[in-house]
């Protein structure tokens, strides 16, 4: 499997974002997914940026293209099981920068309320999610 990681950034991305890749590196080799990164820095353009760094990401033939915020961190491992787990999109979820603990995106829930996972993986259904740590296939 070939995978590019796509980050905008304003300057460089944050030191916490640059540790947390640097130690995901080794996991992914392991399981033998191929990985490259594109930057986009300084554009004050969101959406151009996304779309210019997944052209160039779609010219390397990668099978999965994963967008990270640059102010993000996450537990090596978590960047592995983002890059393997089924579906054409897949999110990583993660808290607003608050004390409130919530979480963003929105997701489908039962008719107890509770969100709706699926029985292999437990992966919530989702309708919206945050593209900050978001796979796309």
Avoid at 23 to 48: M, N, Q, R, W
Wanted: charged share 25%; hydrophobic share 40%; with cysteine.
């Amino acid at each position: 499997m070939k995978v590019v990681f796509c980050t905008p950034t304003r300057k460089e991305p944050h030191p916490a974002y640059r540790a947390a890749l640097e130690a995901s590196c080794p996991i992914l080799d392991a399981a033998g997914i191929e990985h490259k990164a594109t930057f986009k820095v300084g554009s004050p353009y969101i959406s151009y940026a996304m779309a210019d760094m997944l052209h160039q990401a779609m010219v390397t033939d990668a099978d999965a293209f994963v967008f990270i915020d640059d102010d993000e961190s996450w537990r090596p491992a978590d960047l592995l099981k983002l890059t393997e787990t089924d579906g054409d999109v897949v999110a990583g979820t993660y808290r607003y920068k608050q004390d409130l603990e919530e979480y963003m995106g929105s997701w489908h829930v039962d008719g107890a309320n509770r969100p709706i996972l699926r029985s292999k993986d437990r992966a919530i259904r989702a309708s919206m999610v945050p593209s900050g740590f978001l796979k796309v296939t």
